[in-house]
Every structure is written in structure tokens, then in C-alpha cells.
T-cell receptor, first 114, second 114 residues
Framework: KNQVEQSPQSLIILEGKNCTLQ??????????LRWYKQDTGRGPVSLTI?????NTKSNGRYTATLDADTKQSSLHITASQLSDSASYIC?????????????FGRGTQLTVWP | EADIYQTPRYLVIGTGKKITLECSQT?????MYWYQQDPGMELHLIHY???????EKGDLSSESTVSRIRTEHFPLTLESARPSHTSQYLC?????????????FGSGTQLSVL
């Protein structure tokens, strides 16, 4: 059972517009949640990591939010650029220790058109 | 930019051949990982290592094997490739435990077995 669900599966927006990607998880216990950006044919690159006590974190035009009570996270992209076209992957860690594991979502495929 | 390198980037090979996918990192990380990713699907952990001479199988059953003779090198070997092995293989590393901090990924090897 996939414990990390992302929506939408794919999204097309025009350059300069904002967008929000969603991540719902059922992983328990919860340690941290990260967002990665994966360009086509490349490995994922870390954007943000948030622990239980953090409800927002920014990295340039990317802002991630976390609601640990509802087990939801979002990634907001401001003033989108063509280079933002990529898959955005939500990853949840359950223990934050050598006994823990990472749970990966399937990603949201974002396409930015000029 | 992560200092973790995978070769080859692309590999097309016939059924029954033995192949080795190379992964090297220059960050001195003890922890290294191999993930398998099919299009539109989540990453699955197939092997990991916590240091020299340490290797463990991951969550997804795999017919591949790994070795860790040097800290910087973590190759993956398939003794007899089959079409079912066609996938993207991503190598990653982390300084400490992956559940506590971000992973650094290589660019991946896209393997096609005919």
C-alpha cells in the first residue's frame, strides 16, 4: 500500500503563474518530510526537509508547508519558469534513525509552457 | 551540485549478459544506496550500505548484487540480464542516515534489456 499520495499526477501551467502541489501521507510514526525535484533523465535533487515542528520552509521560489495533524504537505511554486518543468517527489521518513525507512510518492509531473 | 557519479548513463544490452553499473561519490559519505525507478512510479530501495564491507538488501527484491570495498565506490551487478530488469537505476549517498538528512543522487543509469 502506497503510504504517500501525490496530486495532481500531472499539471500544465503557463510561465509566470503560481502553482501548488499536494502530498498526503499515512506514514507513522512521522519523522520528516522532504520534497525533491527530478528533471527528466536525472536524479532527484533535494528542495526542502521539514520535521514535525516545522510547518513551512522556503527555498527560493519554492515554499513547502506541513500540517502534521492532517498529514498533508504542499509545495507552492511562485512565478514559474520553464526550468521548473520536472517531476516533484514527496518523501516521508518514519523514524529518523537506522531503523527507519523512506516512503516515496510517485511524483507530480509539472510542465511549464512559455 | 552533488559529487556522485554514475556510469554508464544509458545501456542497451541483450538478454543473458552480465553487467555492472558503476557509482562513485567524492563526498566521503559512509551511507550509499541503490534505487530502482520505473516511469511514473515511486523509487524503490534495492540495496544499501552503511560503510565498507557492509551491504544489505532493500525493500524491493532484486536479482542484482552489490559490493562496497571502498568508501567511494558502490557498484551494482546483474549476472544475467533479463527484459524485466529494464528500468532506471539511481545511486544515492548520505553523510549519516538517509532518514535524518537529505540524499544526494547520481544522474542515473537507464538500462534496457532486449
Amino acid at each position: 500500500k502506497n503510504q504517500v499520495e501525490q496530486s495532481p499526477q500531472s499539471l500544465i501551467i503557463l510561465e509566470g503563474k503560481n502553482c501548488t502541489l499536494q502530498c498526503n501521507y499515512t506514514v507513522s510514526p512521522f519523522s520528516n518530510l522532504r520534497w525533491y525535484k527530478q528533471d527528466t533523465g536525472r536524479g532527484p535533487v533535494s528542495l526542502t526537509i521539514m520535521t514535525f515542528s516545522e510547518n513551512t520552509k522556503s527555498n527560493g521560489r519554492y515554499t513547502a508547508t506541513l500540517d502534521a495533524d492532517t498529514k498533508q504537505s504542499s509545495l507552492h511554486i511562485t512565478a514559474s519558469q520553464l526550468s521548473d518543468s520536472a517531476s516533484y517527489i514527496c518523501v516521508v521518513s518514519d523514524r529518523g534513525s537506522t531503523l527507519g525507512r523512506l516512503y516515496f510518492g510517485r511524483g507530480t509531473q509539472l510542465t511549464v509552457w512559455p | 551540485e552533488a559529487d556522485i557519479y554514475q556510469t554508464p548513463r544509458y545501456l542497451v544490452i541483450g538478454t543473458g549478459k552480465k553487467i555492472t553499473l558503476e557509482c562513485s561519490q567524492t563526498m566521503g559519505h559512509d551511507k550509499m544506496y541503490w534505487y530502482q525507478q520505473d516511469p511514473g512510479m515511486e523509487l524503490h530501495l534495492i540495496h544499501y550500505s552503511y560503510g565498507v564491507n557492509s551491504t544489505e538488501k532493500g525493500d524491493l527484491s532484486s536479482e542484482s548484487t552489490v559490493s562496497r570495498i571502498r568508501t567511494e565506490h558502490f557498484p551494482l551487478t546483474l549476472e544475467s540480464a533479463r527484459p524485466s530488469h529494464t528500468s532506471q537505476y539511481l545511486c544515492a549517498s548520505s553523510e549519516r542516515d538517509a532518514t535524518n538528512e537529505k540524499l544526494f543522487f547520481g544522474s542515473g543509469t537507464q538500462l534496457s534489456v532486449l
